[in-house]
Nanobody
């Protein structure tokens, strides 16, 4: 069974850091691109980052460029999202998923009606003083 499980969320002060993990099972990471998405209450889900299935090319939404870093460890079948310089507006539930469309589009702000494979259960990130 294809499964994605996020972990690593929590409460952090503004300016702090968190590292989220997305552990995959049932498939090999090197055949799927992995996207990170977030959704705050009352807001539409947005793509924040994406890493391609082959190699290490990464993409980021403008709102997180320079602060977030996505990486892949194929041996552990895990993708990470390192989040630095966190801001209150980063507060959301963060999900990893296997988008069935290009990484460029994941972070392009137009993901409604786009096809996805699997979703994780989400992990809460709260940035507050």
């Amino acid at each position: 069974q294809v499964q994605l499980v996020e972990s690593g969320g929590g409460l952090v002060q503004p300016g702090g850091s968190l590292r989220l993990s997305c552990a995959a099972s049932g498939f090999a990471l090197d055949v799927y691109r992995i996207g990170w998405f977030r959704q705050a209450p009352g807001k539409e889900r947005e793509g924040v980052s994406c890493i391609v299935s082959k190699g290490n090319t990464t993409f980021y939404a403008d709102s997180v460029k320079g602060r977030f870093t996505v990486s892949r460890d194929n041996a552990k079948n895990t993708v990470y999202l390192q989040m630095d310089s966190l801001r209150p507006e980063d507060t959301a539930v963060y999900y990893c998923a296997t988008p069935l469309f290009a990484c460029q589009m994941v972070v392009g702000g137009r993901i409604r009606s786009k096809p996805f494979g699997s979703w994780g259960q989400g992990t809460q990130v709260t940035v507050s003083s």
